[in-house]
Each structure stands twice: as C-alpha cells, then as structure tokens.
C-alpha cells in the first residue's frame, strides 16, 4: 500500500530538442524520481513516493509515468538501488562465475535474488550488488537506454572526484532517512565504505567513533563533510565529539526550486 507522495514541481512542457534524463531511486520503503536536463544542466522535478510493501514498487512505477505522460521522450533512464546488499571487489580478482559469493560471506541471502555489478573505473574496481526486486521492461517502453546500478558506486565515484587533489582526506558521512554511510578515500585508494542502520543520532556518533578507532583516526584532527538529509540536532550530536566538521554543498544552483532538497546531497542524478 502506497502511504504518501509528495511532488515537488509540476512539469510544464518540455523542449523536445532537450535532452532528458530520469533517475529512479528504489529503496526498502521510498521511491524517488529525479528528472534532469542535460543540455541546460538543470533539475527539473523531483517526486518522492514512500510505501509499505515492497509489491507496490512496479504500480507506483506504472502510475509515476501515467501522471507524466512522458512517451519516448527520455534520453536516458537509471536505476539507483537503495540498500545494503552490496560489496566492494578488486576488478583485478572479480570472476562474473562467482558473483554469488562475494555477497554471501557478510549478507542474507534468498535463493531467487538477482546479481548485478558496476564497474567503478576511477579506482579499478567492481561493485557487486542485489538489485531491489522490479520488472525493469516497464521502463524499457519509456527510454531506450535503460541503466542500472548501485547509489554507492555514484557516492564513491563522487568522493573521488572531490577528495583527488586533497592532501589531508576527509571522511564522508552521508545521511539518509534510516542509513548512513561512511566513506573514506586517501591517497588516491578507496579506504573505506560501509553502511549502518540507526534510528537516533546517538546511534550516528556510535558508528562514526566505531570507524574512526578502526581506521586510526583522531577525532581531534580528522576533517569530516557530513552530507545527505540531515538536521539541526545530529550536527550538534556528531560536532561534540568530532572538532573539525564541515557541510558538504551541491553545486545546485540556490535560486532553483529544488535547491533545499538536494543543496547537501553528495549526488542527486546519474552522471
């Protein structure tokens, strides 16, 4: 049963010499849909479904394009799956034979679960992942192109960027509603990334100082970006314990109607 929805800008026409990207964010219980302009570098609309059965995914999808009336106006359509059943793994020992058992050692798994990966050129490595269950040929008839992959391949590949030329790395704690990510890229490698559950922002500060002991940093002198949805409260909470806190900042324009939604995402479309 589908228990909320919030669009946040209506679609007016749109330029059919543009060239239009849609990204669909499919988590445990959320659903987001994310139109972007690649020729003008714009967002364009942002619509947010949350539900209670995973069984609803392919009906919200349904009634998503039926409310847009796209038609075969989408360049590009990419799928971000939103959970935690994914692994990290040398492209250099990745074997596509064996994809089940990169998984099976630190998840649980069910016997009719899909495998997909991605492969991350920018530190030569393959992220292996159990896509959240839908029937992708619904898409197929909107887009020619139809891609999918993990959201930490996008969250890794954004950091690198970033942290590329940075002498002194900094660690990234990326919030979102019930999860936070933890990454870490130094000198150039992919040092760490994991994702943890938590419902209070104790649980945050937990995690964090739990990393940080493994990684041997100081929370004295370590630089953190914090990023994602987050409030008032868990800065106050993470900025007790670690001193050298900053807020990340998309590159979103400020004037633009979506800037609040996504001004602190590390990544908000599939480049």
Do not use: W
Request: charged residues 20%; proline residues 1%.
């Amino acid at each position: 049963m589908v228990t909320g929805q919030k669009t946040t800008l209506k679609i007016n026409k749109l330029n059919s010499f543009s060239i239009i990207n849609l990204t669909i964010n499919i988590g445990y219980n959320e659903i987001g849909f994310i139109l972007y302009d690649n020729i003008e570098n714009i967002l364009i609309d942002s619509t947010d479904v949350t539900f209670e059965n995973s069984t609803d995914v392919d009906n919200i999808i349904a009634k998503y394009f039926d409310d847009k009336k796209y038609n075969n106006l989408l360049n590009l359509i990419t799928v971000n799956h939103y959970n935690v059943l994914h692994t990290i793994v040398p492209q250099a020992l990745f074997d596509k034979n064996n994809i089940k058992n990169y998984l099976k050692f630190n998840n649980s798994l069910l016997e009719n679960d899909e495998y997909l990966y991605d492969i991350i050129k920018i530190n030569e490595s393959i992220n292996v992942f159990v896509p959240v269950k839908f029937n992708i040929s619904n898409l197929q008839q909107y887009s020619k192109k139809v891609k999918q992959k993990h959201y930490t391949t996008n969250l890794i590949n954004e950091v690198y960027k970033i942290e590329k030329n940075n002498t002194n790395s900094n660690l990234y704690l990326n919030i979102n509603n019930s999860k936070i990510d933890i990454i870490l890229v130094s000198e150039n490698q992919l040092k760490f990334i994991n994702t943890f559950d938590y419902s209070t922002d104790e649980d945050i500060v937990y995690y964090v100082l739990f990393c940080f002991e493994q990684l041997n940093l100081n929370p004295e002198n370590s630089p953190v970006v914090l990023a994602g949805d987050f409030n008032e409260s868990s800065y106050n909470m993470i900025f007790k314990y670690i001193r050298h806190l900053s807020i990340f900042e998309s590159k979103v324009d400020s004037n633009h109607k979506l800037y609040l939604k996504f001004k602190n995402k590390l990544t908000y479309n599939s480049l």
